[in-house]
């Protein structure tokens, strides 16, 4: 399957997978610097556009390094690509440290991962079948 890029900025970074073995493609910053203060959230560039097969969807994800080493996440993960959608790719970051962050042009940001996209009829329902956990959520299933 092929995944078709189109770069918005001249310097932007075409996506790519680290390893042989990797799930997700880098995304890359294109802005030359971006700071985030502590607990602050901030949208990154990444200067590119996508064009997903029908039947799939991108997902954004956070990088574990980036979480580790900076306290910085995406926001809203999985961020979520639609297979229509033609904008630029842009990131959700938040700073969950108590330190400024400087994020640069070129920096890995995030990864994107491209899954197939289930639909499903909707139909109201008057009940739902009965199972053992029943409403229970939130931690009802234990903790350990």
Known sequence: MKLLVKKLREDAALPF???????GLDL???????????????????????E???????????RS???LKKGVTVLNSPGTIDHDYRG?????LINLSDKEVIIE???RIAQMVIVP????????AKELSNTQRQDGGFGSTGMK
């Open 17 to 23: 997978y680290a390893t042989s073995g990797a799930s």
């Open 105 to 107: 042009k070129g920096e």
């Open 52 to 62: 997903l097969p029908e039947g799939y969807e991108a997902q954004i994800r956070p």
């Open 88 to 92: 630029e790719i842009k990131v959700i």
């Open 117 to 124: 996209v289930l639909k499903v009829e909707v139909v109201e």
């Open 65 to 67: 390094g980036l979480a």
């Open 28 to 50: 890359f910053c294109v802005d030359d610097v971006v700071v985030i203060r502590p607990f602050e959230r901030v949208l990154v560039s990444t200067g590119i556009a996508i």
